[in-house]
T-cell receptor, first 108, second 115 residues
Framework: AQRVTQPEKLLSVFKGAPVELKCNYS??????LFWYVQYSRQRLQLLLRHISRESIKGFTADLNKGETSFHLKKPFAQEEDSAMYYCALQTGANNLFFGTGTRLTVIP | GAVVSQHPSRVICKSGTSVKIECRSLDFQATTMFWYRQFPKQSLMLMATSNEGSKATYEQGVEKDKFLINHASLTLSTLTVTSAHPEDSSFYIC???????????FGQGTRLTVV
């Protein structure tokens, strides 16, 4: 069965420090993976997707099929990055499953 | 970006009554819509996936007769919580995607409280 695991519920880093939010998945098919972000009092929104290999707001994420991971990284955290981050897996059946989320706090 | 509007944002209802939540895609045609439920401090739990014009596919453990989903048009899906009970109180979120783009766009969510 498909599963998305985000091991860290809370993550705090200082401004300017590197940040990595971990995501591991379990899925027998070919995965499509996403990161979603929810800023305070805003709706959930797409941050990036692995298939486009883009960098949004300085964030990148590489799909590692060997480690079944899709960790989100940013070399220098900013205060405005403080938010709730969700890793998500889309299956071949067109369903979208989420991890439990990681609350990132960037300390000034 | 694409906008998904969910209504109402908050609703309080009496136990035993039914509540309908609407999810609209405002500037794109949503071929697929998802309904999620989020308990406090837990992840978004997928309840069902619906494709326009066909019956929704429910996840295991979700009662289809209790959570009625209708996706009658490419811009509207509704979730009706029938005979609501206090344990149905939760945060319900819809999302939608069109046929071309990857990822999904989310509504702002509905806080349902059953008293």
């Amino acid at each position: 069965a498909q599963r998305v695991t985000q091991p860290e519920k809370l993550l705090s880093v200082f401004k300017g420090a590197p940040v990595e939010l971990k995501c591991n998945y379990s899925y027998s098919g070919s995965p499509e993976l996403f990161w979603y972000v929810q800023y305070s009092r805003q709706r959930l929104q797409l941050l990036l997707r692995h298939i486009s290999r883009e960098s949004i707001k300085g964030f990148t994420a590489d799909l590692n099929k060997g480690e079944t991971s899709f960790h989100l990284k940013k070399p220098f955290a900013q205060e405005e990055d403080s938010a709730m981050y969700y890793c998500a897996l889309q299956t071949g059946a067109n369903n979208l499953f989420f991890g439990t989320g990681t609350r990132l706090t960037v300390i000034p | 970006g694409a906008v998904v509007s969910q209504h109402p944002s908050r609703v309080i209802c009496k136990s035993g009554t039914s509540v309908k939540i609407e999810c609209r895609s405002l500037d794109f045609q949503a071929t697929t819509m998802f309904w999620y439920r989020q308990f406090p401090k837990q992840s978004l739990m997928l309840m069902a996936t619906s494709n326009e014009g066909s019956k929704a596919t429910y996840e295991q453990g979700v009662e289809k007769d209790k959570f009625l989903i209708n996706h009658a048009s490419l811009t509207l899906s509704t979730l009706t919580v029938t005979s609501a009970h206090p344990e149905d109180s939760s945060f319900y979120i819809c999302s939608a995607r069109d046929g071309a783009s990857l990822g999904a766009f989310f509504g702002q969510g509905t806080r349902l409280t059953v008293v």
